[in-house]
């Protein structure tokens, strides 16, 4: 029962020793170099039919605030009010 157990101790640890191989070196080139003018591209410019321009115009809003030059009625008030 013993040797079993010990074969199969040796056998697990041999199994695990052959995984530990180096990764594979990948080397990549230092420059790479595509070439266009070797290639022949033929196609068709499709344009629209029609030309449809428009001017952008500034939006126009109402003013939701309406900006005030005296504050004479709230000065009366507090003065009212310190009273």
Do not use: C
């Not at 199969?8 to 070196?25: F, I, K, Q, R, W």
């Not at 266009?36 to 605030?65: C, H, M, Q, W, Y």
Request: aromatic residues 8%; charged residues 30%.
């Amino acid at each position: 029962m013993h040797k079993w157990i010990i074969s199969m101790l040796v056998l697990g640890l041999a199994s695990t020793a052959y995984a530990e191989d180096s990764e594979p070196v990948i080397k990549y080139q230092e420059r790479t170099e595509i070439d266009f003018e070797s290639v022949d591209v033929n196609g068709e410019l499709v344009k629209p039919e029609g030309i449809l321009t428009t001017e952008r115009t500034t939006a126009v809003f109402n003013p939701l605030i309406k900006l005030r030059y005296d504050f004479n009625e709230e000065m009366s008030q507090s003065v009212n009010d310190i009273k």
